[in-house]
């Protein structure tokens, strides 16, 4: 059983960074991983992904060029490194693991979720 574990939320202030990790334990296939966020009130929305290989990646418009996804040579930690936070990032954000490709994202075709960590971007 595949199951993920995300740390790294905190509270911070606008323009400020912070990284998240994502342990996996149970990979026994070739499973994308994916970070998501879900602020109140709203969808849950697609931030990233990564291919198995950690050679590709995919990104939300919102955050091109301020987050970066990333996995170790493991594959079995991902991390989202975010920049130039926002009050708008506030959110719990979400590691996702799936057989699909890392284009596809939509919340439904990811297998397997974490938890979620707190993210609060705030003056």
């Known amino acids: 059983q595949v199951q993920l574990a995300e740390t790294g939320g905190g509270s911070v202030q606008p323009g400020d960074s912070l990284r998240l990790s994502c342990v996996a334990s149970?990979?026994?296939?070739?499973?994308?991983m994916a970070w998501f966020r879900q602020a109140p009130g709203k969808e849950r929305e697609f931030v990233a992904a990564?291919?198995?290989?950690?050679?590709?990646?995919n990104y939300a418009d919102s955050v091109k060029g301020r987050f970066a996804i990333s996995r170790t040579s493991t594959k079995d930690t991902a991390y989202l490194q975010m920049a130039r936070l926002q009050p708008e990032d506030t959110a719990v954000y979400y590691c996702?693991?799936?057989?699909?490709?890392?284009?596809?994202?939509?919340?439904?075709?990811?297998?397997?979720w974490g938890r979620g960590t707190q993210v609060t971007v705030s003056s």
């Open positions: 149970g990979f026994e296939s070739s499973y994308s």
């Open positions: 990564i291919s198995w290989s950690g050679g590709s990646t």
């Open positions: 996702a693991a799936s057989l699909y490709n890392y284009r596809v994202s939509t919340p439904s075709t990811y297998e397997y």
